[in-house]
């Protein structure tokens, strides 16, 4: 289940499609659940974005790891990965959401990621999860 309500995805999607086309030389992006699945994404078909989603995921739980281990806190800002001819940035977007974006080897990576911050926190009010109304004990049993 989506986080994202369905009348504001294409807002989402609006949203990552602006950082690719302001963005020289970023090709695609997703916003996915810590868990790995896909919210939203531009610029690739559903499965390649679903397999993007599930290896940033994978990428971004092992630097949580990684600094839980080693330095003491499992926050992560962003994970690079150079590739040969592309990079993949990877960053959380809180709500226990992912940002996940590859561009061009020849894409400045500075640029990239101040639009990558600025697009957090912009799609940060379409990840909040509303309250769900208290339950009355004797509805359910008592559960």
Known sequence: MSAVPPNQESDVTWLLSNLVERVPHTKSVVLLSSDGLTKAAYGLDTDSAEQLSAIASGLFSLARGTGAKFAGSDLVRQVVVELDDSLLFVSSAGF???????????????????????????????????ARAASHSGEHGGF
């Open 96 to 130: 226990g959401s992912v940002l996940a974006v590859m561009a061009d080897r020849s894409a400045d990576a500075g640029v990239l990621g101040y639009e990558m911050s600025q697009l957090i926190k912009s799609v940060r009010p379409f990840l909040a999860t509303p």
